[in-house]
């Protein structure tokens, strides 16, 4: 099991953002959580990083509890997220973006980094060339030295992918990465994340991009005003009543690929 | 000769602008990690005041002194900056500013130990101990042809050039590094540096303290080279005129921060023919760079600029 998760609620003030919400994910599998606007998903993903904490309920990262642990120690444990609003550094050029992805891999301190220690050398010189050849992955090693604010939307999107994925990260959480996209794009977006997951890493996906959703995810959660909806196989979300209700629509009204 | 070359007056000016350098890149700093921090007339103080006391009170060697007032400032620095990560922008400026002032409160009211509002005098002049020490192993100013006060203020400059030239080194390696990239990320984007694995805290405190330890070095050699301090050196009007250098040089890139300390340290001077209206001139200087430019008077896209122009011109040859 690389991620549980167990009993989990969150209120912010009165109201429910998640109300007791389980699921577990397996190892290698492209995970789905879909839902309409407002039903959690987001706040989800902030749970398991940790931006804030879970009322009640727990997390479990390959069967060790992560609930309250800092953020950037989660990441160290090896969960790695995107943001649905780009979150770039956007003065920083596409190299150092994804090699500040790379910062909980590597460990030079102020001193080894002032006098250049031999270490320090070649570990910058690792991070470098992991950092060249995630954004050749992505399509955007010519763009390395741009920065990242000057890059195209789904440019942006796929650096955001590749900083991620410059921690090493065991579960990449990517939320709404098709957000935006035109049909090309999302196809090779597509490929993409199926390409990182042959690489054996874990992959949880918020997205609204149903045609997408259905073709990527091996399972699929529906969380609905906070509370889980349905779980299951993309076939059998698709003919689930109380999703098609709440979330898809009948057919007449929107077609499903 | 040599001799006529050197005068002392210029040589004051340039060892002032040297300090000023320092201090500058002691607000640059905690400012690449995102804060704003006017806290360095205090940390300043708080250098100079101890080594002061320390080569008074315990006859060290001024060097130690220096050191030591450079450290307590910036163990100060860490003591201040834990709490201080609650606050960002503007908030955490308010804060360092009256922490300034609660340390320049100190100054005056510990008489016993400040002699208050009067100053401490008769600290070791860096310059005077230097001759001294030069006159010891055997060598006199007169050997190269110098007078002994142009042989000191020749000495104060050079030492203070090297300790400059070591720091912005120090600083330039630092930003080129994983230290540097986390400290831009957070400035960009504290959140999002966070989910990249950056301990935050650690980093803001660390650049914070830096900055404290700069500003504290800073106050300590200023004590050395003035040989008389008072609490009134380390005001709230010294805060701001080194946010002032910082801002005006451009707080982008560390260029910026030495650019507007040699910039605005010379004016005052460079306009003294116009004597009482030199302020004047000064202020409406810094009112028209704020509304034309904001951001400085270099910046990142300028300097890129300048690459580009260097490198086109590399290529035609």
Redesign the interface.
Known sequence: MVLEIRNVSKNFGGIHALKDVSFKIQEGEIYGLIGPNGAGKTTMFNLI?N?FEPTSGQILFHDTNITGL???KI??QGI??T?QNI??????SAL?NV???G??R?S???FS????TKK?KS??RG?TQKAEELLDLVGLLEHKDTLAENLAYGQQRRLEIA??LA?NPKLLLLDEPAAGMNENETDSLYDLIKLIQSKGVTVLIIEHDMPLVMKLCDRITVLNFGEKLAEGTPYEIQNNESVIEAYLGREEDVEIA | MLADFINPYHLQIASFILINILLAISVYVPLSSGQLSLGSAGFMGVGAYTSALLTIHFDLPIFVGVLVGAAVAGCLGIIIGIPSLRLSGVYLAIATLGLGEVIRVIFVNWESLTKGSIGLTGIPQMGRELLKLARNVGIEPAMFGLRNNQFVYLMVFVILLILVIGTIWFVFRQQNSRIGRSFSSIQMDEKAAESMGINITYFKVLSFSQGAFLAGLAGALFAHVMGYISPSDFSYHRAVEILIFTVFGGSEVIIGSIFGAIFLTLIPEVLRFVSEYRYIIYGIMLVILMAVRPQGILDIHLLSKFKRLKRSKGGVR
């Open positions: 990083t931006i800092k953020s950037h990441t160290e790695c997220r943001y979150r770039l550094f956007s003065q920083m150092k090699m500040v992805g910062h909980c590597s030079s301190g102020v980094s002032v006098f250049r320090q570990e910058e991070l900083r991620a921690s």
